[in-house]
């Protein structure tokens, strides 16, 4: 503990940045004297206790830069977090470091990009998402400075420094609207929950939210929406509403949400388009957008606690993003083993029941105990079974197949998991002997084309299918695709388009289809966060191997190191001669350690094979989505020029994109 700064102030400290959810750090010329409440991905890219060399660009450089400046000075640092430091007056020199917080969703969409694929992969992402700190509104780091600035003054005046919690103040600056011995109990019993909600998912914390809020002030009607594509959608109900549902007109777009959020003031609507029934609905968001909101039908007559649910429901923003951020983290973990399992399963799939056995393993991944999967038939121009299991009958002759809901989900290209088929419209069918009321249905495409669409029904012990079910199909949704589109191909009376897209050497696809593939593998990497990776792979001295040997021996060759990548590649992978010499591998689901380990194999395995005349190597260019990198043609560009180090390096090994910035970025510096 410094000596300027006794146990009273360090406490003070310590209790401003947990009441503000925001970071304090007090430093000085040697680095950090003493953290409060200090932000995850600080604590993990700092283990050691010494700024790591990206965080000494800029909370390594605040103390400098604020004794220089004589004032208060902002920064956004490498990580997306904005910070405020001020030198703070005391025997000896010292800045304080406060916020370290996300301000803007796209900051900490991008950091949640980096942990799962990007240059954060190598820390475990709930470690670095354990405490993460959003700001819930841009003036927070403001009002925390100046406060920092009064607490650095005699000990006696620290305690009338620190200002009373935003949610302990009355509505409006009426302080003898609650009695302020209540106000005290109901800030203390909310501060205590609201610390609790980081440890929840997200799911149970909007369920523990209608609990506590329905407690705290006698309320036995709330719903809990979200913003799905700018509408509400009800997600969690309390009381009369636990099991219905509520329609709004309102939009999550709508400017009155935002204009409730800054003056602590609820929307005030009628329930559906009756209007016969008054609701409040207080919005949930940050950084300018509604993510939620929080409907309660009951009536509330006192302006005071329409305040202070307000108030609530604004602090709740910056939790709950950092819940469902931590949430998509794992999520985009088990998608990504989910995927692994998946392909290893396709691989493993003869084409005579590929149809069949991918259903049943859809299925038994989404604990369903029916399932079909339709494909599309062009000589039909409908949707055809391929496979179907679990049903008690068979479909009728002339039945039109799909007609209640799988040819519109084909048609309109979106999935859906329904929890009540009776809440749909759709008429019954009880002969078809459903145990459940509950059904998935989701489109299968590829590069903007629909294949078509794989359903379930009767999930295990009568759960029903959500927004989870619709994640985890999402993970295996494109291997699944791959493995259609093969199938379509070789079903084909005519070859014509399946040898458009084939190389008619190897057999492998070719850089057309490859190009295609890879334009939407970046964009569902950029849309999902999945990990993504790219290989350009040259053989070595081929030229001279052709001079040599001619070239009918040459294309033996290249169809060996063809046999090679199809013997050695998962079945999700997906690989393509580029042209001569060279090919392509994509790796969808695959981060960069994975991607670098199969190129180290393929690498082996062709130099092992049996050429016919001479050993022949190969030298291999990886590159990975990351925050920076995910576009398709900077991926190819980024893999050619880890080839050509691997090339420049004396040939046969495998270099990876980063290696090669790396590299640039020392001798850059020598």
Not at 326 to 352: C, M, N, P, W
Not at 449 to 471: C, W
Not at 547 to 566: C, I, S, T, Y
Not at 606 to 635: K, N
Request: proline residues 4%; hydrophobic residues 45%.
């Amino acid at each position: 503990m410094p000596e300027e700064l006794d146990s009273v102030e360090i406490d003070s400290f310590a209790d401003k940045a947990n009441e503000s959810g925001l970071a304090i750090a007090i430093v000085d010329d040697g680095g950090e004297r003493f953290v409060a409440n200090n932000n995850s991905i600080c604590r993990t890219l700092n283990s050691a206790g010494k700024f790591s060399p990206a965080c000494a660009e800029f909370c390594g450089r605040a103390f400098a830069n604020a004794r220089s400046a004589g004032s208060d000075i902002s920064y956004k640092c490498h990580a997306g977090l904005e910070c405020q430091a001020t030198p703070i007056a005391g025997p000896e020199p010292l800045v304080a470091i406060v916020g370290r917080a996300f301000l803007k969703n796209e900051n900490y969409r991008q950091a949640r990009l980096r942990a799962i694929s990007g240059d954060w992969a190598v820390h475990l992402p709930l470690a670095l998402f354990e405490s993460v700190h959003v700001a819930n509104a841009p003036d927070s780091l403001d009002h925390l400075i100046a406060a920092v600035k009064q607490m650095t003054l005699k000990e006696e005046t620290i305690a009338a420094a620190v200002e009373p919690h935003e949610l302990d103040r009355a509505p409006s600056g009426d302080s003898s609207a609650v009695p302020i011995e209540r106000r005290k109990a109901d800030a203390a019993a909310w501060r205590s929950f609201f610390g609790s909600l980081l440890r929840s998912s997200y799911a149970d914390a909007t369920h523990s939210i209608l609990s506590f809020i329905a407690a705290q002030y006698g309320l036995s009607a709330l719903v809990w929406l979200e913003n799905r594509g700018g509408r509400f959608e009800s997600t969690a109900g309390f009381g009369s509403m636990r099991s219905r549902g509520l329609r709004l007109a309102v939009t999550a777009n709508d400017p009155r949400l935002l204009e409730a959020i800054r003056t602590h003031r609820p929307l005030e609507l009628s329930e559906g388009a009756s209007g016969t029934r008054r609701l409040n609905l207080f919005p949930v968001g940050m950084a300018g957008e509604v993510s939620a909101a929080l409907a309660v039908l009951d009536p509330i007559m006192d302006d005071a606690v329409k305040g202070q649910i307000a108030r609530r429901a604004r602090s709740l923003g910056p939790p709950l993003e950092i819940v469902n951020l931590r949430s998509r983290v794992e999520i985009s973990d088990s998608q990504s083993t989910l995927a692994r399992k998946f392909g290893s399963i396709l691989k493993r799939i003869d084409d005579d029941d590929l149809w069949l056995r991918v259903t049943q393993h859809a299925a038994e991944m989404l604990r369903a105990e029916r399932a079909s999967l339709l494909v599309f038939d062009e000589a039909k121009d409908g949707l055809a079974i391929k496979a179907i299991i679990g049903a008690r009958s068979q479909p009728a002759e002339g039945e039109e197949i799909g007609e209640r809901v799988a040819k519109h989900v084909f048609m309109a290209g979106e999935a859906f998991a329904v929890a009540d088929v009776a809440a749909t419209g759709l008429e019954p069918k009880p002969e078809r002997g459903y145990k459940t009321e509950s059904f998935m249905s989701y489109p299968v495409s590829l590069g903007g084309r629909s294949l078509g669409v794989m359903s379930f029904t009767d999930r295990l012990a009568g759960a029903a299918f959500d927004a989870r079910s619709l994640d985890m199909f999402e993970a295996i949704a494109p291997l699944l695709a791959v493995a259609i589109d093969r199938t379509i191909l070789k079903e084909k009376a005519g070859k014509f388009e399946q040898l458009s897209v084939t190389d008619a050497l190897t057999g492998l696809l070719n850089r057309r289809y490859m190009e295609a593939r890879l334009l939407e593998e970046t964009k569902r990497s950029n849309r999902h966060g999945f990990p993504m990776s790219f290989m350009v792979l040259d053989v070595d001295h081929f030229k001279s191997y052709n001079d040599e040997f001619g070239h009918p021996a040459g294309d033996e060759a290249l169809k060996l190191v063809a046999k090679v990548l199809r013997d050695t590649l998962r079945a999700a992978d997906v690989a393509a001669r580029f042209g001569g010499e060279e090919f392509s591998i994509l790796l969808p689901q695959t981060t960069r350690e994975e991607a670098a380990a199969i190129g180290e194999r393929l690498r082996a395995n062709i130099e092992r094979a049996a050429f016919e005349h001479r050993p022949v190597t190969a030298s291999i260019g990886v590159a990975s989505c990351s925050a920076e990198l995910c576009l398709s043609a900077d991926l190819v560009l980024a893999a050619d020029q880890a080839l050509y180090e691997a090339k420049r390096r004396g040939r046969n090994r495998v270099v990876a994109f980063k290696d090669v910035v790396q590299m640039a970025a020392r001798r850059d510096k020598e």
